[in-house]
């Protein structure tokens, strides 16, 4: 489905947004909430489209946590098989003296050497068995290199540190409507400076019996402050230079309206300039409902209250 009804001629067209004007995705997202584009690349071998590097660098904590234990427990298991392969008189020190238990003592042993802990029970004995071994502590000392690596760069990666309300809103403003959104610095003392933000539109539109793609620049009531120690709420008034003028909650739905937002800035800590992406479907657009302020004055300063930020009400 598409919007056919007329678009306000004085709404400036944005072409460079970097998508397609052709194919229909409605229902669906070009940019996802977390920033990240609502791609996926074909034509070419998975190995040369897939970066471990940047993958363990940006997927969640846990996830990472999973993966460096799921790692560690694999490799440490295909040691203790070889092993087990050459055979438990390749060493010495065992205290236990059976299958299981000689499974037991080649993994332990194998951790120990992957980790190059050598508590010294166990012991190579073989000339197959230490080759083996000098192996292991070889590709434990690269594995806990790059583990290093990995960790830095997760810690030190310049990062803005926002988080935006779940939805945009309209609602009324200035004797008029307008579309709003907020967001917010989560990180004590990570506030940055020549903050910007840009929102652009995306809109299905019906023109001469086809239904393409056209992507609007919003005009903000202001894009750019110096510094952002508390909230930001986004306001586009919906006048008479908006493309949205006159839209009805069914002409977004019909429209598969969606939001590009993008904000940047100066992040002291990182001294780096840093961005972050998100965007809002017509799905996470909610009329008439107006953000409540999610801060407050105390003796000791002004508090701002993160758990408020997609606090509404009714209007």
């Not at 004995?125 to 080759?131: E, S």
């Not at 909650?249 to 972050?276: C, H, P, W």
Request: with cysteine.
């Amino acid at each position: 489905m598409s919007v056919s009804k007329r678009i306000n001629p004085y709404s400036k067209i944005n072409e460079d947004t970097g998508f397609s004007n052709t194919g229909i995705i409605n229902g669906g997202r070009f940019i996802n909430r977390n920033g990240t584009f609502n791609l996926l690349k074909k034509g070419r071998p998975f190995w040369d489209r897939f970066s471990v590097f940047y993958t363990m660098l940006t997927i969640p904590v846990w996830q990472f946590i999973t993966v460096i234990f799921i790692f560690y427990v694999v490799i440490n298991l295909m040691y203790t098989g070889v092993y087990f392969w050459i055979g438990a008189q390749q060493f010495t020190g065992f205290v236990l003296h059976s299958g299981w238990g000689d499974f037991k003592e080649l993994f332990f042993f194998s951790t120990q050497t992957f980790t190059t802990v050598g508590y010294g029970r166990v012991n190579p004995v073989g000339g197959i068995a230490n080759v083996v071994a000098s192996i292991e502590a070889l590709s434990g000392f690269l594995s806990f290199a790059i583990m290093t690596g990995l960790i830095y760069g997760r810690f030190a990666r310049p990062r803005a540190h926002l988080i935006f309300s779940d939805f945009a809103t309209i609602t009324s403003y200035r004797e008029k409507t307008g579309l709003m959104f907020r967001f917010a610095c989560y990180k004590e003392h990570h506030a940055l400076s020549d903050v910007t933000v840009q929102v652009n539109l995306a809109m299905l539109i019906q023109e001469d019996g086809q239904a393409n793609y056209k992507y609007y620049d919003l005009t903000l009531e202001r894009s750019k402050i110096e510094n952002l120690p508390m909230n930001w709420t986004v306001v586009h008034p919906i006048d008479d230079q908006s493309p949205l003028v006159g839209f009805t909650e069914e002409d977004f739905r019909s429209a598969d309206v969606e939001l590009y937002v993008t904000v940047r800035g100066f992040n002291d800590v990182y001294s780096s300039t840093v961005q972050q992406r998100t965007s809002y479907t017509y799905q996470e657009i909610r009329m008439n409902r107006r953000f409540i302020p999610m801060y407050k004055e105390t003796e000791n300063g002004t508090v701002l209250e993160l758990s408020k930020l997609n606090k509404s009400t009714a209007v």
